[in-house]
């Protein structure tokens, strides 16, 4: 039987999935492990694991720097999406270059570059279209994004976990369902696991954590 973790462990992640997803992850881990200390931080930018002394950082998106070890928790895409009453107003884009001439909420979140929306083909994996967008509104926090695109104010380009919800209320409509953005849910950390029994305990904890949120989610 493996032993029980004891100590500190020092979590990071973004601000709405931290908040939304990660949060209650990790509430569940120290229940489990009550010799556990978990301290969780959420921010608005990139992160030097190693530097700054974090065991973890919980990330959305595949762009991840060679020099960290990544474990993937689960499979995951951002979608174009805005509502009814923009739609109203504005003819939906009918190719990812088109979004150039419309109003998008445009989040400057952590790595991710801003402004710049690259996207994948959903069956043609290979087929790739980058686009430069604006709008009048722009936020470094996604759940005020989300906001203002269920308020009518343009086109959001969000994680499915974070839309899925008024996605099947209909208080979202999907745009250009062919299109995406590949972003899976990454555990992320300096360095070799085997050394740390809290590191691993908590590896596992997640993944199996996310895997079975990911499944409440299809």
């Given amino acids: 039987m493996r032993a029980e973790p004891r100590g500190a462990l020092r979590v990071c992640s973004s601000f709405g999935f931290g908040r939304r997803h990660v949060a209650p992850a990790l509430a569940a881990l120290a229940r489990a492990c009550p010799r556990l200390t978990v301290r ?57 270059a088109e979004l150039a001439g419309h109003d998008c909420l445009v989040v400057r979140e952590r790595d991710h570059p801003f402004g710049v929306w690259r996207l994948q083909h959903a069956q043609q994996g290979e087929r790739e279209q980058t686009v430069r967008v ?9 759940e005020i994004a989300v906001d203002w695109a269920l308020q009518g104010h343009g086109i959001v380009l969000r994680s499915l976990w974070d839309v899925a919800a008024p996605l099947a209320e209909g208080r979202l409509v999907q745009l ?39 499944q409440l989610r299809m």
């Avoid at 700054?52 to 720097?65: K, N, P, Q, S, T």
């Avoid at 604006?134 to 996604?142: E, I, K």
């Fill in 40 to 96: 969780f931080e959420v921010l608005d930018r990139l992160v030097d694991i190693a530097a700054e002394g974090y065991d973890l950082d919980i990330r959305v998106g595949d762009e991840i720097a060679p020099q960290w070890v990544a474990h993937r928790l689960a499979a995951n895409h951002r979608v174009l999406c805005a509502a009814p009453d923009y739609l109203a107003r504005r003819e939906p884009p009918r190719s990812p």
């Fill in 134 to 142: 604006t709008g009048p509104l722009s936020t470094n926090h996604g």
């Fill in 176 to 214: 250009l369902p062919d299109w995406r953005q590949n972003a899976s849910i990454w555990a992320v950390h300096a360095g070799r696991a085997d050394g740390s029994a809290r590191l691993r305990v908590a590896l596992d904890f997640l993944a199996d954590w996310f895997a079975r949120s990911a």
